[in-house]
């Protein structure tokens, strides 16, 4: 075969293989094979030599879904439905995206412009529920929650779904048995696990608590809620010794967190450790000023500990609509007593008095307090007895 002729041979398989029927099959054919990475030219190729078939342009979104790249998928999706508007698999697929890109009141419109007769499938009960809870609609999502794990029960991930919705709206009960229903279909999921740790908890369930928290693999544990609720269901069975190094962890791993500084701070505090205690409440305080019971605790750390005037100080930073406990009063009467202005410390006695007038200290010492006080009364006397034996014991 002359030169000529081989040219013009290959001139004409470069125009056979220029269409969009051979890369379609081409793309197929690689993908079936597992080969998506090489497929997806061919997918481009398609859509871009016939823009208008709807197919092509699906086929093409569906490849980049599978290579997780949503924006260039979501545009290849809306190009196909503006084609071709109503097909249900396509707006079910374009809901997932949007979902994917946390485009969630989009997800829902891409749902609901699928026919009544085609929704009752798990994914678009799913998607619906997830688009619904993200958007802060929970109540309307746990519907399709429970539907969709009704539709597949055997379906691990919606049962985990349900029992986070359930969590959410602190119905403990019944998201416990739906993480034990997905655990039951997929055991040791470290973040399910996790879930029905913290459930345990919240139903003071200790021991449970403990023994999901166990399950998670010894790799999985350092993080911080972990640690935190380990410690907290140690702490419950009164064991504190062996909660303290779960706290100080906790603390240590996010150090930013707040709530996980108090909660040393508490663990140090009943472990009789005063000066660590008020550091860890400082250190949360830092972070998150102003939380009352926070500021009360540190002010019972700094009379513990004789700073009266640091007591005090603590006391006055609590908003005055939250001083009226019985707390409140005592500590600051007994911080302002050792200040020795008693006549000031008087008044927050009695006030004291009317919120449990069964607590009271020793007799012995405040007899002396009595004497003190030109003008006490034996009513008086008896309202100061009532208010403080026992609190400081």
Partial sequence: MSQNHLDQAQEALNIDIETVEYHSAMAKSLDRQRRLA????????AAALKPE????????????????????????????LALRPDVSSWLLQLALLEHDLQNWPEAESALMKIPEQKRETIEWRRIMARSLDRQGRLDEALPHYEKATVLKPNLAESQAELGGGYF????????????????????????????????EHNLKNWSGAESALLKIPEQQRETVEWRLTMARSLDHQGRLAEALPHYKKAAGLKPGLAESQAALGSGYHRAKDLPRAREAYLAALALRPGVPAWLLQLALLEHDLKNWPGAESALLKIPEEKRETIEWHLTMARSLDNQERLDEAVPHYEKAAAFKPDLAESQTELDGIYHSVKDCTPSVKWTILNATRGFWG
């Fill in 53 to 80: 078939v709807a197919e092509s342009q699906a086929e093409l979104g569906n490849a980049y879904r599978r290579l997780k790249d949503w924006p260039q998928a979501h545009e290849a999706y809306l190009a196909a």
């Fill in 168 to 199: 959410n709206v602190k119905d403990w009960p019944r998201a416990r048995e739906a993480y034990l229903a997905a655990l039951a279909l997929r055991p040791g999921v470290p973040a399910w696990l996790l879930q029905l740790a913290m459930l």
């Fill in 38 to 45: 090489e497929a997806l030219p061919h997918y481009e190729k």
